[in-house]
């Protein structure tokens, strides 16, 4: 009878087929990973099928060009800044603070440009903002 203790064999771990798994799926992921840049998104400008407004006196149109210039009621705004368009809002708006505000951009116009008459209007006191679409049907401007 041999009574001498046994030479216990450690238990090996062996990680190459898990790395290998883990490769594996890594590989898969970046294969099927969609990666988008927000830089490169395609804008389209808003469209609307609703029926040209009539002109009411509550309303001011202020117009906005690819180039950053402003007109209001079709009369040029002279200077780019928030003071100059808001005192032309100022003036323009005959009802108060009731009048309407509609600003009609121009699809290449810079997104500052519109948030400078959003905040002239905001200066005023005028809290109706609204903005022009172009109709799909074809070419006319119309509200809302």
Wanted: cysteine-free; aromatic content about 4%; overall charge neutral.
């Amino acid at each position: 009878m041999n009574f001498r203790p046994r030479a216990k064999d450690e238990p090996e771990i062996n990680l190459i087929p898990f790395i290998d798994v883990l490769l594996v799926i890594l590989i898969f992921l970046m294969l099927t990973t969609t990666y988008s840049k927000f830089t490169e998104l395609q804008l389209t400008l808003p469209v609307a099928d609703a029926e040209q407004q009539r002109d009411h006196p509550k309303e001011v149109i202020v117009s906005v060009a690819a180039d950053g210039r402003y007109a209001v009621n079709k009369t040029g705004v002279e200077g780019k800044s928030v003071d100059a368009i808001a005192q032309v809002l100022r003036t323009a708006s005959t009802a108060g603070r009731d009048s309407v505000v509609i600003i009609s951009a121009d699809a290449m116009s810079p997104h500052q440009s519109v948030v400078t008459v959003m905040e002239a209007a905001r200066r005023v006191g005028l809290t109706q903002i609204t903005f022009a679409t172009q109709s799909s049907a074809s070419g006319r401007a119309a509200s809302r």
